[in-house]
């Protein structure tokens, strides 16, 4: 867990906590002892219904096409 001291979180606060927010953990110093820890906030579950609606605007995928169009990029010979 990497360290932010007061005094970056001050000056710099919201770059730190966009690094929370993009997943990273971090311990808050004082004189360089921890004295706290700000840490994402997880983010709420898709419920079923949420994630079928996404995937029913998934377009479908033709496996031979699929197939046939890696064949004409990739040297199967490696």
Do not use: K
């Not at 820890?37 to 579950?45: E, F, H, K, N, S």
Request: net charge negative.
């Amino acid at each position: 867990m990497d360290e932010v001291s007061m005094r970056d979180l001050r000056n710099a606060g919201g770059d730190v906590l966009a690094r929370v927010e993009n997943g990273e953990s971090l311990t808050v110093t004082r004189d360089g002892r921890p004295v706290g820890q700000l840490v994402p906030v997880p983010r709420p579950r898709l419920t079923r219904e949420a994630l079928l609606s996404r995937w029913r605007g998934v377009p479908l995928i033709d496996a031979d096409a699929f197939r046939a169009d890696l064949d004409d990029v990739i040297d199967s010979h490696l």
